[in-house]
Structures are given as structure tokens and as C-alpha cells.
């Protein structure tokens, strides 16, 4: 079992968990420990987890797999669970960041994250478990009710299924605990959102029992963003979701079969910036920014944070969209966005700087004017990317210093496959992202 704790710091879990009295969290940062690395040095360019889980699923550095923009899922060397399926292995993957579900031989389930806008999960009725979360992940500073209510009735129908109704049950019950004691948010909506994953990825695992699986979780990495708040204050976010953490850990923990090896890693982590000059931008509504900008027709997929694809029907309108996008300009004279053509109607974009800024600035794009704060929000940030990372495992035998991406021959070799030689891209994938 894999488990990917996206980002998060070893030290603030381990005097976190001492100062709110957490049962699991210590059991797992007692395990053996060893030390990743990465080459990616900048963040947003390369030092984000979209780029080194990639790493870690195909055992390529960011440089050959080329895979740098969230949402991007193709095309890339083969993933470990194909080659471990080619071993006769069987696998279940639940929210891998930017990774194709791809052939579904020996697949027991497959759950895309919630921003990989080309994948659908298996077997399909997961989509309606997948349905919620991609629409409010991607939209959740301007909802649409109508739309939301349609996606959350997917969801409902995937509860009142009689196998689920288990699950269903304790995620109710955990829901109602967290709005009652943080309200309705998408802070608590995040550390909801990684407990149902954790509910049904045990599930899933126990009437299926894969010889392989892993579950990604983000909330913690999202809370360290945002409310790490330096000395020994919690924030409430954060007890909350330290909280429901140390509850999955110990699920996660109880769900091995005998002998099963596991690895709990978190590809790189996060240090405190709380209190340096730093800040992160999320988009309010990114179609109705871009039309205001100039930009229209297009199909936008919104990523995380301040950035989204914008696809449209033909090269012509993506050029057009392109130079609109360069030329922009912030009131002192300075671009606000970094643009990269990622396919011959895929444009991408994302805010270029991550200081403050004044109060009344406006963005100029050739056909209007509009203030910068009606396309962004900003927040003040708690923690940011560094490339050093860690493992902690049992019952597999993990060198204690390697890249992050090594520990795709550390699971291979665990299961007797030797690891080929460097990949390239499948020429099916290639020939689906030309398409």
C-alpha cells in the first residue's frame, strides 16, 4: 500500500500530534525513515506535486516525463500499476495526481483527481462519487447552485446504493461533526472530501484486495498553505484537519493485510512562510475573467489556484487568446501572466508572481480595463514548496536517501520486477494527445 500524504511536514505532524494528543499519526512517524530529493527547484515551474508525483508513478525525473501543467495526463511513460498488471499483479488507484487510468487490465478501481479534466474513473459508477468534487474544486469561490445540486444527486444516488450504505453512514455522521464545529466551507469541504476517499479506498480494497493500491490525500497540504500559523497555535482548519488525518491514518493503518508492505511518502514537503512577503492567488470565475479580458469561446478548466487551460476549437482562436493573454499588463506596467502553448488549441496560464499587491490594481488587455480583484482573490500564505521530501515504511526495503521518483524501482523491485530502462512515452498516448 502507497500512500501519498501530499506535502506534508513530518515536524509540524509530529508537534502537532503531540500538543492535540493524536493516537495514529505517531505510529506512522515511528516507522523507518528515509529522504527524498528533487531536481525541481521552482515552484510552480516544476516543484509542485503535479509534477513529482508524476515522478514517482513512472520513475522518470520531470525533465523526460514532461509533464509540468495540472490537469495534463497524457502523454507519459508507463505508470507502475501497468507494469505491475503486466507482472500479473492486480492494483487499485484512488486520486493519483495527473495520472491516466490507461488500460484497466487486473484494475480492481481507478479514481481520477478531482482536476485531470480527461479522465473518467473505474469501474464507472465511481463517477458519481468523482462528479461533486470536480465541479466545486474547480469552482468553489463562484458556485453554480443548479449545477452543484445536479452533481451532489450523483453523489446521493451513489449513496442510497445498499453496498455503501456503510460508508455513507460514518461519512454523514463525520460530516455533520465538522460543519457543526467549523462551518460549511471549502477548507472543511477538503478535509471531508480525503476522509470519504479514505472510507471508500478501504472499502474498495477489502472486497477487491488489489496486490497493489494508493490513495492520495491532499487536505493537509492545502491547510499547511494556508493556515500554518507559526508557534504553537492551531488554527482551527488545522486542528480539524489534523484531526481527521490522525482518524485515516489509523484506518489506513488497520486496513493492511498480513504482511503487506507499506510506504507513506509525501513527494516533497512544505516549510513555514508565515511570516515572510508571500501570497497565493486563486481565480474567482476564470471564463467570465478571460471573456472580460477578450478572450472568448473557449472551454476553460480551472487548475488549482491561479491558473486554468483554456481550449478552444481551432489554432486560430487559441492564437488569438494567446497574444491577448501575453499582452495584459497590471497598472504599473508589469505582466501578469505567465502563458504556455501546451498543444495546438490548449493555452495555459497562471499569475507570475506570488507578492502582494496594491490595493485598486487594474489589469489592461487590449479590449478592456478591469481591477485585478475581480479576477483574483488573494490569500496570505503559510507554507511553501522545497524539494526535500520523505518516506516512511514497513515491511520494504527503502535506501534512506534517493529521488522521489526511485521509489517506483523500490516498489518493482519489492514485487520481484526488474525496472526496464529509461521510458518514453507510449505511442498511443502521444497519438491521444495530438488528437
Not at 492535540?20 to 515511528?30: N, Q
Not at 520513475?59 to 507482472?87: C, E, F
Not at 480492481?108 to 462528479?131: I, N
Not at 458556485?143 to 442510497?160: H, P
Amino acid at each position: 500500500m502507497l500512500v501519498e500524504l501530499n506535502e506534508v511536514n513530518p515536524s509540524f505532524l509530529r508537534s502537532a500530534s503531540e500538543r492535540l494528543r493524536l493516537r495514529h499519526l505517531p505510529r506512522l512517524l515511528a516507522l523507518p525513515h528515509a529522504e527524498t530529493t528533487t531536481d525541481d527547484e521552482r515552484e510552480h515551474h516544476g516543484l509542485d506535486p503535479w509534477v513529482q508525483w508524476v515522478g514517482v508513478h513512472t520513475g522518470m525525473r520531470s525533465d523526460a516525463h514532461g509533464i509540468i501543467r495540472l490537469g495534463v495526463t497524457r502523454p507519459q511513460g508507463r505508470q507502475l500499476w501497468h507494469v505491475l498488471a503486466d507482472a500479473g499483479k492486480t492494483w487499485g488507484v484512488w486520486g493519483a495526481m495527473n495520472a491516466p487510468c490507461g488500460s484497466t487490465e487486473r484494475c480492481a478501481f481507478f479514481m481520477p483527481d478531482p482536476w485531470s479534466y480527461d479522465e473518467t474513473a473505474y469501474p464507472p459508477a465511481l463517477d458519481d462519487v468523482l462528479a461533486l468534487p470536480r465541479y466545486v474544486s474547480k469552482n468553489y469561490l463562484d458556485v453554480d447552485r443548479r449545477v452543484a445540486a445536479a452533481r451532489a444527486l450523483q453523489f446521493v444516488r451513489w449513496t442510497l446504493r445498499p453496498a455503501n450504505w456503510g460508508v455513507s453512514a460514518r461519512f454523514a455522521a463525520a460530516a455533520l461533526r465538522a460543519v457543526a464545529r467549523n462551518g460549511a466551507n471549502v477548507h472543511t469541504f477538503t478535509t471531508l472530501l480525503d476522509y470519504l476517499s479514505t472510507l471508500i479506498f478501504v472499502q474498495l480494497r477489502r472486497r477487491t484486495q488489489p496486490d497493489f493500491s494508493l490513495i492520495f490525500l491532499n487536505h493537509i497540504a492545502h491547510l499547511q498553505h494556508q493556515f500554518w500559523v507559526a508557534g504553537e497555535r492551531i488554527h482551527p482548519e488545522m486542528e480539524l484537519g489534523l484531526r481527521m488525518c490522525d482518524a485515516m491514518v489509523g484506518m489506513l493503518l488497520e486496513a493492511r493485510a498480513p504482511g503487506e508492505a507499506l510506504i507513506v511518502m509525501n513527494a516533497f514537503k512544505q516549510a513555514n512562510v508565515a511570516e515572510a512577503d508571500a501570497y497565493g492567488y486563486r481565480q474567482h470565475n476564470p471564463a467570465d475573467a478571460l471573456a472580460s479580458l477578450g478572450v472568448h469561446g473557449a472551454r476553460v478548466e480551472a487548475c488549482m489556484t491561479n491558473d486554468a487551460h483554456v481550449l478552444f476549437a481551432t489554432p486560430e482562436e487559441a492564437d488569438r487568446a494567446e497574444r491577448v493573454l501575453r499582452e495584459c499588463r497590471l497598472s504599473d506596467g508589469t505582466t501578469p501572466f505567465y502563458v504556455e502553448r501546451l498543444g495546438p488549441t490548449d493555452v495555459f496560464y497562471q499569475i507570475d508572481f506570488h507578492h502582494g499587491i496594491p490595493a485598486g490594481a487594474l489589469i489592461r488587455s487590449e479590449a478592456r480595463t478591469i481591477p485585478f480583484d475581480e479576477m483574483f482573490m488573494v490569500a496570505k500564505r503559510t507554507g511553501a514548496h522545497i524539494p526535500d521530501g520523505d518516506v516512511f515504511s514497513d515491511g520494504v526495503d527503502v535506501p534512506g536517501h534517493l529521488h522521489n521518483h526511485e521509489i517506483y524501482d523500490v516498489v518493482l523491485r519489492h514485487f520481484g520486477v526488474e525496472p526496464g530502462s529509461p521510458q518514453r512515452p507510449l505511442e498511443r498516448d502521444v497519438a491521444l494527445a495530438e488528437r
